[in-house]
């Protein structure tokens, strides 16, 4: 069946429809002023759409043929003017005329479906469409590019190679007199393997952070300057300042692009012992705030009390934690020998409220996130259903590693394996996959695409 659909947003001066399959150029020929079905490859054509004798549109029209197509499939795409009415009537002409309107992501399943891309290869289009900002857009076209299919390709084939020692270990079992692979040998290369998948599926939480923000709470005493820091970092007035200790009851938050990375800001209750029951709350919220954080910055304006230093140390367990002094404007510098002698955190000094020291304190945040690089080589994943696949696949791979450690004869491991391998193909779709799953997959994207 053939399909079309419009690909671009509507309000722009130019609109896109895009048609695939097979009778792409004949129903093209009955709505355009010129006949494609002989067209060439790669060609641009230009002429008119027209509804009977009236004309509907000046337009271009490039020609793909199988399958040298995004789809593989013989397509076309329509480059319309950007009018709502001249769109919609484009569409449907190209209805009347025997095409369909495609499902979201249906160009794109199509293409997956005739061989183009692999399935991850598909989910990163839909991730590469969303992507906002550096990081995550470098997440996408790694993915598109192909690296995450390559290691897992590379996965595949030491899993393979695994599989057969074994199986030679089984087939000439009764042959005593022959040598086998060393068990260790096969116990490291089990192992090897183990370790990359968690590393792939460990790299998720990265990912996911990226994708959301990289959480970052702005904790400290009441007063210290916190709302006045998100101020300067979000170059916007979100929180109310005041001099009035505890003015901010409740979280903030924003979301700020440092070097390409979106960082979630997350401005709380200043700590201190109050009867005010809903600064209560807002104070319980700033703990919440400091456990959900991958980062927290603890604003100081003054040597903080032993009190202070354990009650914020004792939170901040897995966390990375800067040490901001606030005010320097004003106060002496503060000595922070009690805190800074327990263990070495970074101490940026700045004023908030005169805009000093902010740069290094984005640097300083930015490092604290230690993210992979992700413009090289490291692979971060960012799809929950991949995550789901590596980690079944860890745990049928720990079954083997583990019958391997019991001495288990190979022919009850190699089933374990058989379904480690099956449950990673699943990521790239190599294995048959389910309708259902690939319906979950294609209706999140755009028509269009
Ligand atoms: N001199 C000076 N004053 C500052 C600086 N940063 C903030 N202040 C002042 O400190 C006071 C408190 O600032 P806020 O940003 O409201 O402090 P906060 O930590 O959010 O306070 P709570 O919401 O009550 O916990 C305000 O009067 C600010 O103008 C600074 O760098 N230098
Ligand atoms: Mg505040």
Not at 62 to 77: C, M, N, Q, W
Request: aromatic share 4%.
């Amino acid at each position: 069946m053939t399909i079309c659909a419009l690909a671009t947003a509507p309000g722009g001066a130019i609109g896109i429809i895009r048609i695939s399959g097979p009778q792409t150029l004949e129903i093209l020929s009955r709505v355009f002023s010129k006949d494609l079905r002989n067209a060439h490859p790669n060609t641009i054509h230009y002429g008119h759409i027209k509804n009977g004798k009236e004309i509907v549109d000046e337009v271009l029209v490039s020609v793909f043929r199988s399958p040298h197509s995004y789809t593989g499939e013989d397509s076309a795409e329509i480059s319309c003017h950007g009018s709502r009415y001249i769109l919609s009537k484009v569409l449907a002409l190209l209805i009347e005329n025997g095409c369909r309107q495609a499902g979201p992501g249906e160009f794109t399943q199509r293409a997956y479906l005739n061989g183009k891309m692999d399935l991850s290869q598909a989910e990163a289009v839909a991730d590469l469409i969303a992507s906002t900002n550096r990081a995550s857009h470098q997440m996408a076209m790694s993915q598109l590019r192909g690296h995450f299919s390559n290691e897992l390709a590379t996965l595949r084939e030491q899993l393979l190679k695994l599989t057969s020692l074994l199986e030679l270990e089984l087939d000439f079992s009764d042959h005593e007199d022959l040598e086998f692979a060393d068990r260790s040998q096969l116990y490291e290369l089990a192992k090897t393997i183990d370790n990359r998948i968690t590393q792939l599926a460990r790299s998720f939480e990265t990912g996911q952070a990226i994708k959301q923000g990289i959480p970052v709470a702005i904790v400290g005493k009441t007063n210290v300057g916190k709302s006045t820091l998100l101020h300067r970092l979000l170059k916007d007035e979100r929180a109310i300042v005041s001099n009035i200790h505890g003015t901010t009851r409740d979280t903030i938050e924003d979301t700020i692009d440092i070097h390409g990375v979106n960082f979630r800001f997350i401005d709380t209750a200043g700590i201190r012992q109050t009867s005010d029951q809903v600064e209560q709350i807002g104070i319980e919220r700033t703990y919440q705030a400091i456990s959900k954080a991958r980062i927290v910055l603890w604003m100081i304006d003054a040597e903080p009390s032993t009190e202070e230093i354990s009650n914020i140390t004792q939170r901040i367990q897995n966390k990375s934690l800067i040490v901001v002094v606030n005010k320097i404007d004003k106060h002496e510098i503060p000595l922070l020998s009690a805190l800074t002698s327990h263990r070495p955190h970074p101490v940026i000094k700045i004023a908030a409220k005169y805009a000093q020291g902010i740069p290094q304190l984005e640097q300083a945040i930015y490092d604290a996130a230690q993210l992979p690089d992700i413009t090289h080589s490291d692979i971060i994943i960012t799809n929950a259903r991949h995550y789901d696949a590596l980690i079944r696949a860890h745990e049928s791979i720990q079954r083997v590693i583990t019958g391997m450690d019991q001495q288990l004869p190979g022919d009850l491991l190699a089933e374990d394996l058989r379904l480690t391998i099956d449950t990673l193909a699943e990521i790239t779709g190599g294995q048959i996959t389910p309708n259902e799953v690939l319906g979950n997959i294609f209706t999140n994207f755009c028509v269009g695409k």
